[in-house]
């Protein structure tokens, strides 16, 4: 599910992410990582922890299955633990578009030329969603008016 999820953002425009997994270091998911590489594409990375090393989901205070979602300057802006990073849901979808589509700290060298397109179109869709979901009351403001109001702002 997390390739399906990757060649849609990329089709959306969301290019230039950078997924990983991190395999658990117990003897059996190091003897399973096979299954895992194969279970992905050559655009998302498997790394495997060293038995020796710190635990990764203890250094990041994470679980398994957990995901953590990075800006492109590397800060967490996502935390994610289940049932909210159950990919079936819309959260890690929503928050990796999110996380690109900000621009908490002004101009970026490492902002893609087009975002502005792309993060306009997002935004377009998701108003149109929440629009299907809850039709406008007549003559009073919805909170989803609001939301949407405040997150073009941004």
């Known amino acids: 599910r997390l390739e399906d999820l990757r060649v849609k ?18 003897a059996y998911s190091q003897k399973k990582i096979h299954r895992l590489k194969e279970s992905v594409s050559d655009y998302i990375t498997v790394y495997q922890q060293d038995a020796q090393q710190a635990d990764v989901w203890a250094t990041l205070n994470g679980n398994k299955d957990d995901f953590l979602i990075y800006d492109r300057c590397g800060r967490l802006v996502y935390h994610l633990g289940l049932p909210y990073s159950f990919l079936t849901f819309p959260y890690v979808e929503e928050s990796i578009k999110i996380a690109y589509c900000e621009n908490k700290c002004g101009n970026c060298s490492y902002t893609e030329p087009d975002i502005d397109g792309v993060c306009e179109n997002i935004t377009k869709k998701a108003d149109e969603r929440l629009e299907v979901v809850e039709p406008r009351p007549s003559g009073q403001h919805s909170h989803h008016q609001n939301l949407r109001r405040h997150r073009n702002h941004h």
């Open 9 to 26: 953002l990329e089709n959306e425009g969301l290019v230039n992410i950078s997924y990983l997994v991190v395999n658990h270091q117990g």
